[in-house]
């Protein structure tokens, strides 16, 4: 890549704060990692370190490869070794949560994250009255909003806020098991950091200069957290894009982005030039957000279409965008199909969805992830998940420690039991293949109980009481697990994924199986959070987008299409598939 002016200017910029907001496409990790090696090199022989956050495992493997190429021509020296990348909640989990969170939270033992289906969280509930239902701690959320934390639930569907009061006594009575949650995770390092203020401090003079990439992401707990560094003197820069923000959900609205820059100590920083799209997509892209991204690539074949589509023609829907990806020179490994929602990208992949109920479901599902997709790591979890249900009165945080690195000799030997029952279908985990009621679900009881049988005279853990009760055959079916074949005959041939999980990605072609909704959403702009998804769909594509219209809404819908900047494609295309 060769730098653009307006990225140059970010990365020999001096020592202060920034609010860096880039476009779609913009080189933004190549800008980010060498504003990193930047700042390191302006603090000369200063001991602190450069630490540069984002929120996936993903994009931190992304940054860290790319420093090591850079790097590769730096001096061997003390300060190339200053410099750290980790995810936001990684970050504060190794220098916060577990070395020091258990002294605020009461705990005589090191803090540990729970899923949330560990048995013993059977004792902590939220009662919003006696005759309503009861809040699992694990659905309780924390916000902070004008200055006061905010307590809130969305268990039943209905999003409602919860009592103070009563919402910390429930955390706080976690606490002193050593337990938290993800979303708790982030209230406990807020607590930390401000009762034990020799942690805020010392952390700002090991890490006096913090970025963060995909700062429109930032939620209000985090917020709240990187307030308290800079009120201590780190200097903290945020680099994002706010029409890219897709998690208000979790409290993010990009607002925090778009705000800092106003700040008198922050310098503003754009990047404008796509080097991802070809000139059509990104056309469209600012029509949308308003804005005015220069495109650095020429025009070529490819662009962005539209045609309409029917549920029962999904198969010859993708067969014609693999024929058009073929016109293109371009592999189906190179292109991804998208859906809003997980159930329609699961039908779209022709994956079966898990039968059974409870426990069982776990293991069906742990069959199949690990038959069908071979997602090892995925089936141990859920095993381990199942089998921790299945054990009365089990130690708290078990089921955590052995999806981590558990240091206890019972534990590991624990886990590599765990291990070998996932991975053995004849004395462990069935096979997917075979008929879930007739033969799965009887080899699986026989496993499971030897398995226990061992657990009970090695670790002297008892099994449930009522093990026949959680490990009913009900829900299955007299066919295999994978729906007799189904899964294998639907795969599409091209991976398949929520706009969620591509965020962040460069993808050669992109088929956006769109409803109605999402459409109207795309084409309205970036002001909603429905919008921001499809600007984001769109904008992954280099080549080519194609989004996939139902025909019922079409005609509706195709002046405004055409507006926005889309081409097109004739319904012969779906008849020559």
């Known amino acids: 890549m060769k730098l653009s002016d307006e990225q140059k200017a970010v990365i020999d910029a001096p020592l202060h704060a920034m609010a860096v907001t880039a476009c779609a496409g913009s080189g933004k990790t190549a800008t980010a990692i060498r504003r990193m090696i930047a700042i390191r090199q302006q603090l000369e022989d200063h001991r602190g370190r450069v630490v540069l956050l984002s929120f996936s495992n993903v994009a931190v493997n992304t940054f860290n490869k790319g420093f090591a190429q850079l790097a590769s021509g730096l001096p061997d020296d003390t300060n190339r070794k200053r410099v750290e990348v980790d995810t936001l909640d990684g970050f504060f989990t190794q220098h916060v949560l577990r070395p020091h969170a258990y002294r605020t939270m009461g705990a005589n033992q090191a803090a540990y994250l729970v899923s949330g289906s560990e048995p013993f969280l059977n004792g902590f509930q939220y009662w919003k009255s006696k005759k309503g239902r009861p809040i699992p701690v694990k659905d309780i959320q924390v916000s902070f909003e004008k200055g006061n934390l905010v307590f809130s639930s969305d268990s039943y569907g209905n999003v409602e806020q919860l009592e103070k009061k009563e919402a910390v006594q429930l955390i706080e009575k976690l606490g002193r098991t050593g337990a938290?949650?993800?979303?708790?995770?982030?209230?406990?390092?807020?607590?930390?950091?401000?009762?034990?203020?020799?942690?805020?401090?010392?952390?700002?003079?090991?890490?006096?200069?913090?970025?963060?990439?995909?700062?429109?992401?930032?939620?209000?707990?985090?917020?709240?957290?990187?307030?308290?560094?800079?009120?201590?003197?780190?200097?903290?820069?945020?680099?994002?894009?706010?029409?890219?923000?897709?998690?208000?959900?979790?409290?993010?609205?990009?607002?925090?982005?778009?705000?800092?820059?106003?700040?008198?100590?922050?310098?503003?920083?754009?990047?404008?030039?796509?080097?991802?799209?070809?000139?059509?997509?990104?056309?469209?892209?600012?029509?949308?957000?308003?804005?005015?991204?220069?495109?650095?690539?020429?025009?070529?074949?490819?662009?962005?279409?539209?045609?309409?589509?029917?549920?029962?023609?999904?198969?010859?829907?993708?067969?014609?965008?693999?024929?058009?990806?073929?016109?293109?020179?371009?592999q189906n490994h190179e292109a991804v199909i998208l859906s809003r929602g997980s159930d329609r990208a699961a039908k779209l992949a022709g994956k079966p969805t898990a039968p059974g109920q409870g426990a069982v479901a776990m293991f069906a599902k742990a069959s199949l992830v690990r038959d069908q997709e071979h997602r090892f790591q995925?089936?141990?979890?859920?095993?381990?998940?199942?089998?921790?249900?299945?054990?009365?009165?089990?130690?708290?945080?078990?089921?955590?420690?052995?999806?981590?690195?558990?240091?206890?000799?019972?534990?590991?030997?624990?886990?590599?039991?765990?291990?070998?029952?996932?991975?053995?279908?004849?004395?462990?985990?069935?096979?997917?293949?075979?008929?879930?009621?007739?033969?799965?679900?009887?080899?699986?009881?026989?496993?499971?109980?030897?398995?226990?049988?061992?657990?009970?005279?090695?670790?002297?853990?008892?099994t449930v009481a009522t093990f026949g009760q959680k490990m009913a055959k009900k829900g299955l079916e007299d066919i295999a697990l994978t729906g007799a074949g189904a899964a294998a005959q639907d795969d599409p041939g091209i991976r398949v994924e929520t706009v969620h999980q591509v965020k962040g990605e460069s993808i050669g072609a992109v088929l956006y199986v769109a409803t109605k909704a999402n459409v109207s959403a795309l084409l309205d702009g970036t002001g909603t959070e429905e919008g921001r998804i499809g600007y984001v769909a769109l904008t992954r594509a280099k080549n080519l987008f194609w989004l996939a219209v139902p025909s019922s809404n079409l005609s509706a819908m195709r002046e405004r299409l055409n507006k926005a900047g889309f081409s097109e494609l004739p319904a012969q295309y779906l008849e020559l598939a």
């Open 180 to 330: 938290y949650t993800h979303d708790l995770g982030r209230y406990w390092v807020c607590r930390t950091l401000l009762e034990q203020p020799a942690i805020l401090r010392a952390l700002a003079t090991r890490y006096p200069q913090v970025l963060v990439d995909e700062s429109q992401d930032l939620g209000t707990m985090h917020q709240a957290i990187l307030e308290l560094l800079i009120s201590v003197g780190v200097q903290v820069s945020l680099i994002g894009d706010v029409n890219q923000g897709i998690y208000a959900f979790a409290g993010a609205d990009g607002m925090f982005l778009q705000a800092f820059s106003a700040r008198e100590e922050v310098k503003g920083y754009n990047l404008t030039r796509n080097y991802r799209s070809l000139p059509p997509i990104i056309n469209i892209a600012n029509r949308l957000c308003n804005r005015n991204d220069e495109p650095d690539r020429k025009p070529e074949k490819g662009g962005a279409f539209f045609l309409g589509y029917k549920d029962a023609e999904l198969p010859q829907l993708i067969n014609a965008f693999k024929a058009h990806l073929n016109e293109l020179g371009m």
């Open 378 to 462: 995925d089936a141990f979890r859920l095993v381990s998940k199942a089998v921790i249900g299945l054990i009365d009165n089990a130690p708290l945080g078990l089921s955590s420690a052995l999806q981590g690195a558990p240091h206890e000799g019972w534990m590991l030997r624990l886990r590599r039991m765990l291990w070998t029952f996932t991975r053995n279908e004849e004395t462990g985990l069935p096979l997917s293949s075979l008929q879930a009621k007739a033969e799965w679900h009887p080899k699986l009881l026989a496993n499971l109980r030897d398995l226990l049988a061992k657990i009970d005279k090695e670790f002297g853990l008892k």
